[in-house]
Antibody, heavy 123, light 109 residues
């Protein structure tokens, strides 16, 4: 069964860079899906950050104002998130997920998720 | 950007009841790109419904989705204790613009 597991520092200083990795097991990332990051600030709803295809095509939420980079390492079956210039507003639980992207015939939903990792931005 | 508004914010029901959760889009959307999720604290969100009415793999038929245009509904028949959670709708739009509703909390009455 497929599993997604987020990992990375749980505490980041303001103005620093948030870096997370999602390790995918039980499924090859090259098998025809996009892979995405979604976050949930405390007490708030879900927010899509961006998604990547195994060949490197990326789509980002414009609201992140070019602070975000998503990359993929198919040799490790992992993909990563970097968010620059973080502030307290970036404190959230960050989830990775498999994304059924319309350009590949999907309906845009996220059909497998990791349980998420809390990242706190604080000095 | 499409804004999804879910109602009610909180729904208090008893096991065995029927739940009806609403998701309203700020403008008409293609129902093919409308999904529903269940989320419990500390767990991975779970896809329930995709393309407005199609159940995801392993989802019991007590869960059903309907709607079109700007109005969508998730219905859960015969509520079980495990169903009490937060439910989100989500839309994929061009650009892309991927948005979630603010969620409906389904709590035990």
């Amino acid at each position: 069964q497929m599993q997604l597991q987020e990992s990375g520092p749980g505490l980041v200083k303001p103005s620093g860079t948030l870096s997370l990795t999602c390790s995918v097991s039980g499924y090859s990332m090259t098998s025809g899906y996009y892979w995405g990051w979604i976050r949930q600030p405390p007490g708030r709803g879900l927010e899509w950050i961006g998604s990547i295809y195994h060949r490197g095509t990326t789509y980002y939420n414009p609201s992140f104002n070019r602070r975000v980079t998503i990359s993929v390492d198919t040799s490790k079956n992992q993909f990563s998130l970097r968010l620059n210039s973080v502030s307290a507003a970036d404190t959230a639980v960050y989830h990775c997920a498999r994304h059924s992207y319309p350009s590949l015939g999907g309906s845009g939903d996220f059909d497998w998720w990791g349980q998420g990792t809390l990242v706190t931005v604080s000095s | 950007e499409i804004v999804l508004t879910q109602s009610p914010g909180t729904l208090s029901l008893s096991p065995g009841d029927r739940a009806s959760l609403s998701c309203r889009a700020s403008q008409g959307v293609d129902s093919y790109y409308l999904s529903w999720y269940q989320h419990k604290p500390g767990q991975a969100p779970r896809l329930l419904i995709w393309s407005a009415s199609r159940r995801a793999a392993g989802i019991p038929d007590r869960f059903s989705g309907s709607g079109s245009g700007t109005e969508f509904t998730l219905t859960i028949r015969r509520l079980e204790p495990d169903d009490f959670a937060v439910y989100y709708c989500q839309h994929y739009g061009t650009s892309p613009s991927i948005t979630f509703g603010q969620g409906t909390r389904l709590e035990i009455k």
